[in-house]
């Protein structure tokens, strides 16, 4: 009988050890730091977007304005229909740039609640030196520390 005298196969183990499980784990803290700042940044430039769109709205009843009466409406919401959003506070003028009164600078303004924290009360303009005719989209306002990073800039304003 050959039963006795001859080993038992061994159970082969299924599954995995420890050290392949915390690289497992090691490698989706690496992708997870990778992707949650890009996500970050992909969030704050699609809000950012809104800002444009809004001062977008005013160039046209502006520029007509402004064409029909010679100078400019003393406030922006009285002729843009929306000059607030879901990530948009205000839509109002910057200092005016002297001495051209053909000159018009729109700022809107991020509200500082609700929003990526990249753009939180960050500011957005849209001038005008001809009276509406061009405009030009940019994060450069009055108030530097508030301009929005040009990481953040949507598309069209680049």
């Known amino acids: 009988s050959h039963g006795r005298g001859t080993m038992r196969k061994q159970s082969k183990q299924s599954g995995f050890t420890l050290i392949e499980l915390m690289i497992v784990i090691a490698i989706i803290g690496i992708l997870a730091a990778v992707a949650i700042p890009a996500y970050q940044d992909y969030v704050?430039?699609?809000?950012?977007?809104?800002?444009?769109?809004?001062?977008?709205?005013?160039?046209?009843?502006?520029?007509?304005?402004?064409?029909?009466?010679?100078?400019?409406?003393?406030?922006a919401a009285s002729v843009m229909g929306t000059t607030t959003g879901k990530y948009v506070s205000t839509i109002a003028y910057g200092a005016v740039t002297a001495p051209a009164a053909a000159s018009l600078d729109l700022i809107a303004t991020f509200k500082a609640t609700g929003?990526?924290?990249?753009?939180?009360?960050?500011?957005?303009?849209?001038?005008?030196?001809?009276?509406?005719?061009?405009?030009?989209?940019?994060?450069?306002?009055?108030?530097?520390?508030?301009?929005?990073?040009?990481?953040?800039?949507?598309?069209?304003?680049?």
């Open 115 to 158: 929003v990526n924290s990249n753009i939180k009360s960050k500011m957005i303009s849209l001038k005008t030196t001809d009276g509406g005719a061009t405009w030009t989209c940019s994060n450069s306002t009055d108030n530097v520390t508030s301009a929005l990073a040009d990481k953040y800039l949507p598309g069209a304003c680049k």
């Open 44 to 75: 704050a430039r699609a809000q950012a977007a809104e800002g444009v769109e809004l001062l977008s709205g005013g160039k046209v009843v502006l520029a007509e304005y402004y064409t029909d009466k010679g100078v400019w409406p003393v406030a």
